[in-house]
């Protein structure tokens, strides 16, 4: 699959009618996906290469529907096994140190929307069920345990069990858009964004990244950003250089630290890096009612988002 975005001085839906016109081939069910609003399209590959010379009229950045990863350890790099049923509301380390106990005082997160796109949740974990309120499945196939480790950090219930995550009382939807192997596409993630800025999130949070700059990716970004949604992305694991999402104007990028503060050894830093948050020995839930401790850049994110849920919702109420 190819990727174009064409450039804005030429309206958009001129170029589809030309192309439509000149390029549909009906042997192909589906040659592109549309985003008209940021002016792109996911072009079968061999459509594009068929009528390359007729794509290449318009003035455009054409982009490889590159792979997208999460950033946290991978489950083999994980120390210990996960552990089960915890009898009380655990306030894992993380959750205290950005002050989330404090902030409560003041509201929970109550009626934020909040979209983690990720490797899919846990609906029926006994600390999740009744936070998840909604989500789309764009991927196929099993789930693994990073998104429901991500959606823990943010809204694990108050429930006299388990933890307690940043923003207890937000609501969460699920959107799935990684495999089992921690694994996404280009063309995925701006489905995915495009789910979260129709279904007017308040919050998307992004626990991946890669290292190339995208400019449909950008677009995408832009456009939930100029819908008043709050995009927090995760810095990266590489140790160097942020990667994108989070290196995008307007996206909080998150590093992560451990419980002393000092930036973790793996984290990326530097430019797009607008702040820092715990990500080493987080505690969360994990499928199968169960719990488990990760590093990442991924788990540092979640706690920002949560801050921010905090944030909005004692906005709201403020304004009556």
Request: proline share 3%; glycine share 10%.
């Amino acid at each position: 699959m190819k990727i174009i975005s064409f450039h804005r001085h030429t309206p958009f839906q001129e170029i589809l009618a030309d192309l439509r016109a000149h390029v549909t081939d009906q042997k192909e069910k589906q040659p592109w996906r549309c985003y008209d609003d940021l002016s792109c399209m996911c072009v079968n590959e061999r459509v594009y290469e068929r009528h390359h010379s007729h794509f290449s009229r318009y003035s455009a950045t054409v982009e490889d529907n590159v792979t997208i990863s999460v950033h946290a350890q991978s489950i083999e790099e994980t120390t210990g096994e996960p552990v089960g049923g915890i009898a009380t509301d655990e306030v894992p380390w993380g959750v205290r140190y950005v002050g989330a106990e404090r902030l409560w005082k003041r509201g929970r997160g109550e009626g934020v929307n909040i979209a983690v796109i990720d490797t899919g949740i846990s609906r029926d974990h006994y600390d999740l069920r009744d936070r998840i309120k909604g989500g789309v499945n764009l991927v196929s196939g099993r789930q693994n345990g990073h998104g429901t480790h991500v959606a823990g950090i943010i809204v694990a219930e108050l429930n006299q069990k388990g933890i307690v995550g940043v923003s207890p009382e937000a609501h969460l939807y699920d959107v799935r858009a990684f495999g089992e192997d921690g694994k996404s596409s280009l063309a995925t993630i701006l489905r995915a964004i495009r789910w979260s800025v129709e279904n007017r999130m308040d919050i998307v949070n992004m626990s991946f990244g890669m290292p190339q700059y995208s400019e449909a990716l950008a677009r995408a970004v832009e456009r939930a950003r100029n819908q008043g949604i709050i995009m927090v992305a995760s810095a990266g694991n590489n140790g160097g250089e942020v990667e994108y999402p989070a290196r995008y104007k307007g996206v909080i990028g998150v590093s992560a630290i451990d419980q002393k503060g000092k930036l973790a050894d793996f984290s990326s830093r530097g430019k797009g890096a607008n702040t820092k948050a715990p990500g080493v020995d987080i505690l969360s839930t994990w499928p199968g009612n169960q719990f488990r401790t990760l590093n990442g850049t991924s788990m540092a994110a979640p706690h920002v988002t949560g801050l921010k849920a905090l944030e909005l919702s004692r906005a709201r109420k403020k304004k009556g």
